[in-house]
């Protein structure tokens, strides 16, 4: 019996080292054996296209020539589409970046009538609770110096689909009233873009003294100094030229006339068949600026708005015959598609243009409306106007003493990157169809 005894307790004790090896050795088990993600996501609201494995797997870019070995991803990176097309505006401070905030603090714009502006409030708005946004980013207001910003925003863009950012630009030293020159941060945003396989294309914006030979400048400037990144977006012709790619806000500001001067073959300083030469896209507004931007030289034309009926170009019933006059006289046509408007936080006077976003039916609307013409681009307005309620950056359910923001609930905040990748899907698909 006491050998039976020895001979139990000698297999228990064997037994135990056995378990005891057993849990230290999966202790030291390392995210590359195989068990890092077994655990996340269990119990959690999986977000579309694996936004944290996509972030995760672009977090740490390798400088180049870095022999490192890249950290494996775990989901291939989604496609983006360059004929998807987003207005971004880098016009965004707060002081932790830029000592003050810039924007989030929008002046409440009066109306031009006095009467009707005594009616409302004024003054400027006050963040971090109070911002010029009738909704709340999920970034807070941000800065767009911030690198993990332009980091994220570009996530987002990749998340969308969306292949080309159109850069909101005012020459070096020139602003708009509520922001800053910001022609400084173009580098960074064109080597974040970089890495997300996104372009950049330039929105040149009005400003004081803007003219044909202001913008001649403007056009070299850019040419010159960000022409050569391999982020720069260059649109391939029909005669198989690669060019870059700009549109001109508000261009009818200029007389027709004075544009022709830079944009038609005969101009006194013509940029076509030079190393500046590219495809200059005009803002349609009134019907009568079809003719005015054929008569200027433009190559074709944009119609921004996000507010369906506000303008002529802005009004999807219009789409077909403005395609059709684009058609007949090789113009290009770029509807802008948006997810609703609502800019009464700085134009509290400007109710009667809002759109609501109809838990975004709305922008499939739009979106619908955009491919019924058969475009070679479709644009959006915008990636993040938050002024005016366009944004489709992630945005977050915010109330204070004094706001109650709108947000996007019953759906997540990333509803219209998500929306936006199932539309480029199917435009890319349509493109196919066309095509054949």
Request: hydrophobic content about 40%.
């Amino acid at each position: 019996m006491a050998r039976l005894r020895r001979r139990a307790g000698v297999a228990l004790f064997l037994f135990t080292l056995f378990v005891f090896g057993t849990m230290m050795g999966l202790r030291t088990l390392k995210p590359a054996d195989g068990f890092s993600d077994l655990a996340p996501g269990l119990g959690l609201d999986l977000a579309p296209f694996a936004e944290r494995g996509e972030r995760r797997a672009v977090s740490q870019p390798q400088p180049a020539g870095s022999s490192a070995a890249p950290a494996p991803a775990l989901a291939p990176a989604p496609a983006v589409f360059q004929a998807l097309h987003a207005f971004y505006y880098a016009w965004y401070g707060n002081p932790r970046f830029e000592g003050k905030y810039l924007h989030w603090d929008h002046l409440m714009v009066p109306h031009w009538d006095p009467k009707i502006s005594a009616s409302y409030p004024k003054g400027r708005h006050r963040p971090p609770e109070d911002i010029g946004s009738s909704f709340y980013p999920a970034l807070g207001p941000y800065s767009s110096r911030d690198p993990a910003v332009l980091e994220e925003h570009m996530d987002q863009l990749r998340a969308a689909a969306i292949g080309v950012l159109v850069l909101s630009w005012y020459p070096p030293g020139l602003a708009d009233d509520n922001g800053e020159p910001s022609d400084s941060l173009v580098p960074f945003i064109l080597d974040a873009a970089h890495r997300y396989a996104i372009k950049v294309a330039f929105h040149i914006q009005p400003y004081k003294g803007r003219d044909d030979h202001t913008v001649h400048e403007n056009i070299k400037y850019i040419i010159d100094k960000y022409g050569s990144h391999a982020a720069f977006y260059k649109y391939k012709t029909s005669t198989g030229r690669s060019l870059p790619l700009f549109y001109i806000y508000d261009s009818y500001l200029t007389p027709p006339e004075s544009w022709a001067n830079l944009f038609t073959q005969s101009g006194s300083h013509s940029l076509r068949n030079t190393p500046y030469d590219a495809v200059f896209i005009a803002l349609l507004v009134e019907e009568g600026h079809k003719h005015d931007i054929l008569s200027a030289g433009y190559d074709g034309m944009y119609t921004y708005f996000a507010s369906n009926g506000f303008s002529f170009g802005s009004s999807h019933q219009n789409w077909k015959a403005i395609k059709a006059f684009c058609d007949s006289n090789n113009l290009m046509f770029i509807p802008s598609v948006g997810p609703g408007y609502i800019d009464t936080s700085i134009r509290p006077w400007n109710n009667h243009n809002t759109r609501n976003r109809v838990n975004g039916k709305y922008y499939e609307t739009a979106l619908q409306a955009a491919l019924m013409v058969r475009p070679e681009i479709v644009s959006i307005t915008s990636f993040n106007e938050w002024h005016e309620g366009t944004q489709i950056e992630k945005a977050v359910p915010k109330k204070t003493l004094t706001h109650l923001y709108l947000d996007y609930l019953p759906h997540q905040p990333h509803m219209y990157l998500e929306l936006t990748r199932r539309w480029a899907e199917h435009f890319s698909k349509e493109k196919e169809q066309w095509l054949m």
